[in-house]
């Protein structure tokens, strides 16, 4: 079983994720914390992340891999043997991997692990280009959307939650900066696939969301 779950930043898309892949007995793919472990290893080797061609020297030195992680839905990234999953959800971080997220080679290179662990495992995946290149025949697929300012305080209140403290307007300004990077790059942009089914999250809670998601899912009956 294939799910793809794609829309811009803070729309919903992990929480969501994450949560239906576990009422469905499936894995819980965030194909968007692979970029920020490639944005973590070009940071800590202090390669520019303006050099696509030293970042994917560097990315095949040292293997990027998702092991399963403890909760047994999802995976954690791994940088050779290290975990670093607790090491991608800073700002910093966050706006290094909508740099290394444009570069052709190094999307291909990750998309083929991204295709492979959905070859292996029922999943549910979720990024940016997901139901259009990842799993572009996927049993379902969804794009989720939300206004910027719904999206901003979302973004926010994570990263307080994990004690880095921005303000609104700079968080609101670096959504759209995202939003506009995203759908702009030449290489797999942001977009809804023609057969996706749009949700607007804005106003709708997470429980509501994976309420008609697991009757969608039911309808297929997959």
């Known amino acids: ?58 990315l095949k030195k040292v293997p990027l891999r998702l092991r399963p992680a403890r909760d047994k839905f999802s995976f954690d990234v791994y940088l050779n043997d290290e975990n670093v999953q607790d090491n991608i959800r800073t700002s910093e971080v966050s706006r290094g991997s909508a740099v290394v997220a444009q570069y052709p080679k190094i999307r291909s290179y990750l998309v083929k692990i991204q ?36 999206r901003a305080l979302r973004r926010q209140k994570q990263l307080e939650e994990k004690g880095e403290y921005v303000s609104f307007e700079k968080v609101l300004q670096e959504t759209i900066e995202r939003d506009n990077r995203d759908m702009s790059r030449a290489i797999n942009p942001l977009k809804k696939a023609s057969d996706a089914i749009e949700f607007d999250t804005s106003n709708m809670s997470i429980e509501q969301v994976i309420n008609e998601l697991v009757e969608i899912i039911k309808e297929k009956k997959i």
């Open 1 to 58: 079983m294939q799910i793809a779950i794609d829309g811009p930043v803070a729309a919903g898309k992990g929480t969501i994720a994450r949560l239906l892949a576990k009422k469905i007995n499936a894995r819980y793919v965030d194909s968007g914390a692979m970029y920020r472990a490639v944005a973590v290893l070009g940071l800590r080797k202090n390669i520019s992340l303006e050099n696509p061609v030293e970042l994917l020297l560097e």
């Open 115 to 150: 295709k492979e662990i959905a070859s292996k495992f029922s999943v549910v995946m979720e990024g940016r280009d997901i139901g259009t290149v990842v799993l572009s025949n996927a049993d379902i697929k969804i794009y989720l959307i939300a206004d910027q300012k719904t």
